[in-house]
């Protein structure tokens, strides 16, 4: 099965400022470990993120990258591997099909890996990361850092798997 996560409120704490530079970028407790326990439960583990900083002008793809590789070398110290990320770098009006909550990364995904939207659980803090794994037809994870309080408000579904955090969702999904 594969993975896909959320990075901003899943792995890493949110900022209403945008995470713009790799000193900004902290991770949630338990996050980094969490991925390093699913990487050695042999699940293969990628990143889907809305980057809209980038079209904002606020940093370039070379500081994302930077952002990145500090988020990629302590998931590595945990003995985790994140196998790819993907990212949208257009802006809320730009009216792409990659910036979620439309499909088309995840559609991409499942299209780069040649798996079914059945091989893969979403997880993810917002009502915009559900409405994408729902697009594509995929099991989705909600989880309570980040947005996800707040989403988990505007839930009108009850059916959703809500757990607390990254570190809930690896005890969930390594459990099955």
């Known amino acids: 099965m594969l993975i896909i996560l959320d990075r901003d409120g899943v792995i890493n704490f949110e900022s209403v400022d945008y ?18 326990r699913l990487s050695k439960a042999g699940f293969k583990i990628v990143i889907a993120t809305n980057q809209s900083g980038i079209a904002r002008g606020l940093y370039t ?21 994140i196998d790819r990320i993907y990212f949208c770098p257009h802006h809320p009006d730009d009216s792409c099909d990659c910036r979620k909550p439309a499909p088309g990364m995840l559609k991409n995904i499942l299209s780069d890996y040649q ?35 707040k989403s988990l408000q505007e839930l009108e579904a009850d059916d959703i798997p809500v757990a607390d955090d990254l570190s809930h969702v690896a005890e969930m999904i390594i459990r099955k």
């Open 115 to 149: 798996i079914t939207e059945k091989d893969c659980v979403f997880v993810g803090d917002s009502i915009r990361d559900l409405d994408a794994a729902k697009a594509i037809g995929c099991k989705f994870i909600l989880v309570k850092t980040g947005n996800g309080l």
């Open 19 to 36: 995470i713009k530079s790799p000193q900004e970028w902290h991770p949630i407790p338990g996050s980094i470990e969490a991925i390093g």
């Open 61 to 81: 793809v070379e500081t994302l990258n930077k952002i990145h590789q500090k988020m990629l070398d302590l998931i590595k110290a945990a003995g985790g591997e």
